[in-house]
């Protein structure tokens, strides 16, 4: 397992065959290019719904009307993701405080581009199964001691970031260091999530993720073999609980892929 906030990417090996390489990501930030991932890949696994491409695509609109107009309804919103964005538009050396997110688009649109499939790994409202985690996750943050807490998320906020500094690590040579601050900023604001709709509730919506990431690997398997590689976009905090849930082997799920074919053309 890698440091919680340890750099780069990372390969979860399946047992039958294939792998998931993990690039982990910091919300709203522009990667340099020397932190973008440079495998080969057939197919791109994002922590989403299919309805967030249409979420992208209104936000591109906006921000052309209106540069920094998503921020700024950011900014204003509160909370612990609020937060997040005043600190980290602070940090020197970071782009930051980008909508639609940059990586997470990026490479939705190179996988377009390449006409490799793109799997949305959050299942859709129409979902069941995902409808009852959504009313657990609803009840979770509605608890009265949730409710009450929220309002000191500040100083929440504040003894999180003295935790999560212990976790900082040295970015990749000739990356700016401050991106060790962003990750800390990240992890916080993800800590503070995460504790909103608890512990329980978020480790079965993992294991959820995990069944769903074996299912689109299994598909790419079937025209790629042992060298299927799925790569999953995802928050660097998020990387070592999902790990955690892939190591569990929960069966693959099969899921709807978007986008007809893969290409075998490396990531630009």
Same mark, same amino acid.
């Given at each position: ?6 750099? *780069? ?12 390489? /993990? ?21 791109? $696994? ?41 600190? /980290? ?48 996750? $609803?009840?979770? $943050? ?6 009450? *807490? ?45 504790? /909103? ?28 073999? *042992? ?42």
């Amino acid at each position: 397992m890698p440091a919680r906030l340890e750099w *780069g990417d990372h390969a979860w090996e399946d047992p039958d065959g294939g792998k998931i390489l /993990i690039h982990s990501v910091l919300p709203t930030v522009v990667y340099p290019r020397s932190m973008r991932t440079r495998e080969e890949w057939h197919g791109l $696994a994002l922590l989403e719904s299919p309805d967030v491409v249409d979420l992208w695509v209104q936000e591109e609109k906006d921000e052309a009307e209106s540069p920094g107009v998503n921020l700024s309804h950011g900014l204003i919103s509160g909370g612990s993701f609020g937060i997040f964005l005043d600190e /980290i538009s602070m940090v020197e050396g970071v782009t930051s405080g980008r909508f639609p997110d940059p990586e997470p688009r990026r490479l939705h649109r190179n996988a377009v581009r390449h006409e490799r499939p793109v799997f949305f790994i959050e299942p859709t409202a129409e979902d069941e199964e995902w409808n009852k985690h959504l009313t657990r996750e $609803a009840k979770a $943050a509605s608890h009265w001691r949730k409710l009450l *807490g929220m309002i000191s998320i500040g100083g929440k906020w504040r003894k999180r970031v003295k935790k999560n500094i212990f976790d900082a690590q040295k970015p990749p040579k000739g990356v700016s260091p401050n991106f060790g601050s962003a990750a800390v900023l990240s992890a916080t604001w993800w800590d503070l999530s995460e504790w /909103i709709v608890s512990p329980e509730v978020a480790a079965d919506r993992d294991r959820r993720y995990a069944a769903r990431l074996r299912g689109a690997l299994a598909t790419l398997r079937a025209e790629h073999g *042992g060298d299927a590689t799925l790569l999953l976009v995802l928050y660097l905090p998020h990387r070592n609980a999902l790990l955690q849930a892939l190591q569990t082997l929960p069966d693959g799920e099969e899921i709807s892929l978007i986008t007809t074919s893969s290409g075998q053309t490396e990531e630009e």
